[in-house]
């Protein structure tokens, strides 16, 4: 059973528009909450993270938004563009010093030009 | 990839040999992890390190024994490989150093593994 939920499994987006994935958890003890961007034939590659007392962090066109109450955050993608056509995944840690991540099982997104 | 170098990058093998993948990192950092990548499943922690000799096990550690005698090489064994472990396989390598306070961690380039 996948500790953290990610949706939706695939994603097209329009060049210019944005690109919102989901992820949800159920375990209050994750206390670290990174996005990976991962393209094909490559690792994953760290691309943002938070922390629980955040709600919100901004990086460039990438935000995450942090809902504690509703175990549930997101990525944000602004302006998506071609490039931006990766897999993500989200990922929690539940031992205080982000070792032990668990992902979720990925949105390929697919930014059409 | 972040100094992170891991061999073989490719490897096809029978049912029942002992196979050992090996991360190498020339970053000096104390953390090691080894992660398999499977369709559906996103990465799954299988074991990491957090010293020389010092290991513990992940979310899916059976059938895996991972080994580190120095701090640079982290090495992954499947005793008898079966097929459900034909997946891509990540090595990971990361520092309490970074900014946030957590152990950011970044990948290697992957190794595709499959058992016949």
């Known amino acids: 059973q996948q500790q953290v939920k990610q949706s939706p499994q695939s994603l097209i987006v329009q060049k210019g528009g944005i690109s919102i994935i989901n992820c949800a958890y159920e375990n209050t003890a994750f206390d670290y909450f990174p996005w990976y961007q991962q393209f094909p034939g490559k690792g994953p590659a760290l691309l943002i993270a938070?922390?629980?007392?955040?709600s919100e962090k901004k990086e460039g066109r990438f935000t995450i938004s942090f809902n504690k109450s509703a175990k549930q955050f997101s990525l944000h993608i602004m302006d998506s563009q071609p490039g931006d056509s990766a897999t993500y995944f989200c990922a929690a840690s539940v031992d205080g010093y982000g070792n032990k991540l668990v992902f979720g099982a990925g949105t390929i997104l697919r930014v059409k030009s | 990839d972040a100094g992170i170098t891991q061999s073989p990058r490719h490897k096809v093998t029978e049912t029942g040999t002992p196979v050992t993948l090996r991360c190498h990192q020339t970053?000096?950092?104390?953390?090691m992890y080894w992660y398999r990548q499977d369709p559906g499943h996103g990465l799954r922690l299988i074991h990491y390190s957090y010293g020389v000799k010092d290991t513990d096990k992940g979310e899916v550690s059976d059938g895996y024994s991972v080994s580190r005698s120095k701090t640079e090489d982290f090495l992954l064994t499947l005793e008898s490989a079966t097929s459900s472990q034909t997946s891509v396989y990540f090595c990971a390598i990361s520092s309490s150093t970074s900014g946030s306070g957590y152990n950011e961690q970044f990948f290697g380039p992957g190794t595709r593994l499959t058992v016949l």
């Open positions: 970053e000096n950092h104390r953390y």
């Open positions: 938070i922390r629980p007392d955040v």
